[in-house]
Structures are given as structure tokens and as C-alpha cells.
């Protein structure tokens, strides 16, 4: 099968962990540990986030006074460098040398005019205090979101409208590569007013822009690895459900939230109306049994009612 994994920011950075290159190299390794289980037979493309990537870029660009600080397209490009980088040499101690890899920059097609612009709300780099978020807020101009019992800064996330590197991925794989790309939802670009391609600051949701190329890729399997075994109702709650099977348009009625799954949610349901393939949300560790049918929620136009674990 041709399999689409979109590795969600935990496979990089545990929550709360500090932002160092081991911690990174060491979660990477671990996601790459269940990854290689699934290569036999498959063709691969990785797909990642990168937001508390792209925020240690920026702080650590802001310290540095005698520029301005670099914009967020450029520390994108920057970090799915550097997350490739980790991915290609950890999967390859993992499969047989013969085995190419190959990491894309990917530049995304968004409209300067979408609404996200004018309403920040994805998350990036570290987690703060609220003190310390608002300390910063004041000093930086940041815009400010709670997450969780915490806060971080949050930026611009405009829809994907277009990968740009879609047909180099489709060759890489007809000569057998592994391919990480759409890193961090992809660089955001735009067209100006001369038809020039620019940069834009924002951050794509690296889960829709995920389905966005598994579509385009004309995938048998789009994965969503997170750090949850499934997509559950009333999450947190004595009476939460794991949901095992859903039709898309089931699952996209149900409310999920806005800053963690619920993105996740819409960009599998998109994947599956506009291919009729399946798509899955579950945990990395499970992947497995996740290509076997066994494990996570399997969203499908084959189920006629939403079943539960």
C-alpha cells in the first residue's frame, strides 16, 4: 500500500519537554522504531509538525538584536531541515541500507486573504506560565492562547490550497524512496499582485495539509499518529467512548475540540470524501495493528453507523 503518515508533534517533543537536539533525536528514534515495522511492502511518505520547532527558532532569532528576526516561513524551512535530517538517518539505521530517503521542502499554496490572518490560533514553540505568557505577549507583540493548564503563543493558520512538490514526491516513490515532506503543514506561500510566489508568516495545520498531499499522492492509507489510542467522545470524561469505526459525515457532525483533535478529525474525514480510501487517528505505538484494521478509529465510507471499542 502507498500509506501517508502524518506524525504528530509528540513523535518530536513531549509536552513539557526541554527543546534540546537529544530529546528530539531520541523521540524521533522511538517514532522511527514502529515505523520501520510497516515498510516491508509499503511505500512511505512522513509527513510531521514542527511548531515547537519553529518557536525555539524564533526565540532563539529574537536574542540576536542586531537582525530582525527571521519570518516564520524561513524557520519552517529551517526546521523541516533539521526534522528530515533526524527522520532519514534514524529510519535508515532501521531498514536496509539500499533503502532511499528523500526530505522535500514543500511549499503551500494559502490565500492571503483567508480569515486566519486576522484570527491567530495554532500554537507554537514552548509552553509557558501565565506570567511568563504575559510577560512575553507584552514584550513581543505575541498573541496568546491558553493550552491545556498552560499557555503559548499562537500565530496565523491559513488553509492548504495547494502543495506545490507534489510530482517530485510521485517520482521518489515510483524509484522506491522513503520521503518526508509537508513538514510542519508545509511552507506557507502566496501569490502577490506580480504573480510571484512569496513566503507568508503563518503556520498550515500539518494534520489538513497531511490529507492535502495523502489526497494528491492518491494514498491507499492516511495515518494521523498521535499520542492517544483513539479518537474518543466526551475525552476526560467518566463517560468518554473510544471510537473504533465512522462514515465521515457522522464523525465530522460530532464536536471535537478546535486546539487538539478536532483538526485531526476534519482533515481524516476530508481525506476519506474525497477518495472513498480510509483514514486512521490512533497511537504511534499501534501502528501496527492501525495497517492491520485493529487499532485506532477508522474512518470509512464502509461503516453506515459510528461503533465504539
Excluded at 504575559?134 to 488553509?159: F, T
Excluded at 517530485?168 to 502577490?192: F, M, N, R
Excluded at 510566489?197 to 503563518?202: F, Y
Excluded at 457532525?253 to 478536532?262: K, L
Amino acid at each position: 500500500m502507498r500509506i501517508v503518515i502524518a506524525l504528530g508533534g509528540n513523535a518530536l517533543l513531549r509536552r513539557g519537554e526541554p527543546l534540546t537536539a537529544e530529546n528530539q533525536r531520541q523521540n524521533v528514534r522511538i517514532a522511527c522504531e514502529q515505523i520501520a515495522k510497516i515498510w516491508p511492502n509499503n511505500e512511505l511518505v512522513i509527513a510531521h509538525g514542527n511548531g515547537p520547532q519553529v518557536g525555539l527558532l524564533a526565540l532563539q532569532g529574537a536574542a540576536y538584536k542586531d537582525v530582525p528576526t527571521y519570518p516564520l516561513d524561513v524557520l519552517g524551512a529551517e526546521s523541516v531541515g533539521m526534522i528530515g535530517y533526524m527522520i532519514q538517518q534514524e529510519l535508515g539505521n532501521l531498514v536496509p541500507f539500499e533503502v532511499p530517503f528523500a526530505t522535500l521542502l514543500s511549499q503551500v499554496e494559502v490565500d492571503k486573504n483567508d480569515p486566519a490572518f486576522q484570527n491567530p490560533t495554532k500554537p507554537i514553540g514552548p509552553v509557558y506560565t501565565k506570567e511568563e505568557a504575559d510577560k512575553l505577549a507584552k514584550e513581543k507583540g505575541w498573541s496568546i492562547a491558553q493550552d491545556g493548564d498552560k499557555y503559548r503563543r499562537v500565530v496565523p493558520s491559513p488553509l492548504p490550497k495547494r502543495i506545490f512538490e507534489t510530482r517530485p514526491v510521485q517520482w521518489l516513490l515510483e524509484k522506491g524512496s522513503i520521503v518526508i515532506c509537508a513538514g510542519g503543514g508545509g511552507i506557507p506561500t502566496y501569490y502577490d499582485d506580480q504573480h510571484n510566489l512569496c513566503g507568508v508568516e503563518a503556520v498550515i495545520d500539518k494534520d489538513l495539509c497531511s490529507a492535502l498531499l495523502a489526497e494528491n499522492l492518491e494514498a491507499d492509507l492516511f495515518i494521523i499518529a498521535t499520542d492517544v489510542s483513539a479518537v474518543y467522545l466526551n475525552w476526560g470524561q467518566e463517560n468518554q467512548q473510544a471510537i473504533a469505526t465512522a462514515p465521515p459525515v457522522l464523525l465530522e457532525e460530532m464536536p471535537f475540540p478546535s486546539g487538539s483533535m478536532g483538526p485531526k478529525v476534519q482533515a481524516a474525514v476530508n481525506f476519506v470524501k474525497h477518495t472513498g480510501k480510509d483514514a486512521v487517528i490512533g497511537s504511534l505505538s499501534d501502528i501496527v495493528d492501525i495497517v492491520k484494521g485493529k487499532a485506532g478509529t477508522r474512518i470509512t465510507t464502509n461503516a453506515k453507523v459510528i461503533t465504539y471499542y
